[in-house]
């Protein structure tokens, strides 16, 4: 096998540090800084050394991200940390008892978080080192499934982070709503069953043992759990999220903090009202107490942490598309 040149090693390094950093504006920060043409033309670069030199190839290049793998299987995956589920409340009486709850157990008031609830599959993503080593399904809280080779092809989520840090992550993987109506379209054409939602639609293309199919689903992510902290110091949710961004991960910038029912209330008429216009699907809004210590003071119950409630907004009235309105 040939040896690539020193120049050559660098102009791989380069090419990947460059193409790596536009995925990162494009797909975590919706903020793309060139147009597609520019990345096509570096990736084209890249894939032709990579293949006149294939130990060039480094796992976090963005040529890995396209699949290729067809597994056997999936393995079965312990969370050292279970993946709790929420109480659902649904309507401002249950949000001001939940608040009373709150108050009563810590003796004061307490800052809230409010968060969108994303209607995805909650994901759990282990690092070591920086590196992306394990991906996987909530599962029953306790045990999940290995997808760490199909979670690799999700463009949002990282290969290798900003800081060479182990820690692990968790949030909710998704496909955006555009996405949905597009791959239903097509699935429609070829004579296939359709999805029924977005949530659905993401759960299938991780559950595929074809990593390629996965990585043709334009799957996003947010995450907004912070499980196992590593050298992270943060003391409450709402900085929390800001650690999970300067890390490299995408997280919902919606989030709000709250200081009374009242602001908490406010947001949730305000998303009741935006949601039909969000490009991803949300079943409503999730209310943590701010406060990582208070939230350990609040402790769980068997499922569920008593610092958190999961405001679930009433059923989307089905959008009618233009070909289900009827014209008379
Ligand atoms: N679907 C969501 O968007 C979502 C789900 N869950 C949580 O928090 C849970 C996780 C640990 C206890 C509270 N936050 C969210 N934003």
Redesign the pocket.
Known sequence: MAVPSTEVQQRAEELRTTLNQYAYEYYVKDQPSVEDYVYDRLYKELVQLETDYPQLVTEDSPTQRVGGIVLPGFEKVIHDIP??S?NDVFDKEEIIAFDARVQKALGRAVDYVC??????L?ISLKYENGRFVRGATRGDGTVGENITENLKTVKSIPLKLKEPVSLEV???CYMPKASFIRLNQVREEEGLEVFANPRNAAAGSLRQLDTRIAASRNLST?L??LADFGPIEAHDQFSALDELDSLGFRT?HERRLCRTIDEVWAYIEEFHEKRSELPYE?DGV?I?VNDFSDQDTLGFTVK??RW?A?YKFPPEEAETTIEEIEWT
């Open positions: 993946l709790y929420l968060e969108l609830k994303i209607d995805g909650s968790r949030g909710e947010f907004y759990t919902n949300i999730v943590k569920a942490p958190a999961a």
